[in-house]
């Protein structure tokens, strides 16, 4: 199952979407040994991230594209 998660965009607020990160381990590291899902790493995050312009509709899309397995193509 691909899960999409929020995150922290570049206007600071959680108004985008990203696949899961793969590797929570690096994750957590990057962000100083705390899991934030919230915020995007080069180092192990993969694309596309996307910006909704809406916290509540950011929530929404990562809801909807969990709940339909939806995967990023190569």
Same mark, same amino acid.
């Given at each position: #199952?691909?899960?999409?998660?929020?995150?922290?965009?570049?206007?600071?607020?959680?108004?985008?979407?990203?696949?899961?990160?793969?590797?929570?381990?690096?994750?957590? #590291? #990057?962000?100083?040994?705390?899991?934030?899902?919230?915020?995007?790493?080069?180092?192990?995050?993969?694309?596309?991230?996307?910006?909704?312009?809406?916290?509540?509709?950011?929530?929404?899309?990562?809801?909807?594209?969990?709940?339909?397995?939806?995967?990023?193509?190569?």
């Amino acid at each position: #199952m691909s899960a999409w998660r929020v995150i922290v965009t570049d206007s600071e607020s959680a108004s985008g979407i990203a696949p899961a990160c793969p590797w929570p381990d690096v994750h957590a #590291m #990057m962000h100083g040994g705390k899991p934030d899902d919230a915020w995007v790493y080069d180092e192990c995050c993969i694309g596309p991230r996307i910006e909704c312009y809406s916290e509540r509709q950011a929530a929404r899309l990562a809801h909807l594209l969990t709940e339909a397995n939806a995967e990023v193509c190569s």
